[in-house]
């Protein structure tokens, strides 16, 4: 543990101060082992404001608790396979910037792709063989257009989505206000397909923001390819 998260440390505070930092940590065992006390790997990720997550396979351990509440992290601990994509897919996103830091330009390069796995730096014309990375020769960062849309998307996630017709409707007003809320239901903006029935409209959800309905394959469609709503577009 603390060996890792020396490491961590040293390379994450090469990142500069604009950098979100964060280390995520995948266990198996219910010990660690540290040449020195656990409690000095605790003072040193809030000292660096370096952000700690945890899932465990096995079971809850204290001390990696405390981590991931002095670091203000998340700590899971998954019940069966799916519940550990789902727990890594949520670590995965960008956490928000609580720190209210301002924002300041970056310079950035946007490198010649030569081939597989050749890339040209646009400043001093060195190759390097990935993206995203730094050119070792002039210091300057080097990303993809990909990459970027990419972290767009994290973000400026799109807008919420509200079920047209909600489940907690009062038993003695179910179905009359479910008749109301049916009426209201538009044709999907994205592909075009219309509620039938009461029970298909309960797949429906409309925009936060554009209040534009949506079917059920279309709202996960935006949430995992698309990244943004076709009526606020």
Known sequence: MVNGIKLC?????????????????????LSTIDPDGPHEALN???????????????????IWKDLTQVSDGNYFVPLDVHSISEKLEILARPPKDTAGKQASLMRMGFPINEGK???????????????????PVCRLPLVSAPHLARSYHHLFPPPNTIPHIPD???EDERDQTERELFNLIQSCIGCGETANSIEEG?????????RSSLCQLCDILIDDNIHSCPGCS
């Open 202 to 210: 309960k797949q429906f959800v409309y925009c936060e923001l554009c």
């Open 117 to 135: 796995n050749k890339y040209v730096c646009p400043q001093c014309r060195t190759r390097v063989t990935a993206l995203p990375t730094t050119c």
């Open 44 to 62: 040193m990720v809030k000292m660096n404001n370096i952000r700690c997550s945890v899932v465990s396979l096995s079971a809850e351990v204290k």
């Open 168 to 170: 907690d409707i009062p």
């Open 9 to 29: 440390t040293d390379m994450l505070n090469s990142a500069g101060e604009d950098a979100s930092k964060e280390i995520v940590f995948l266990l198996g065992a």
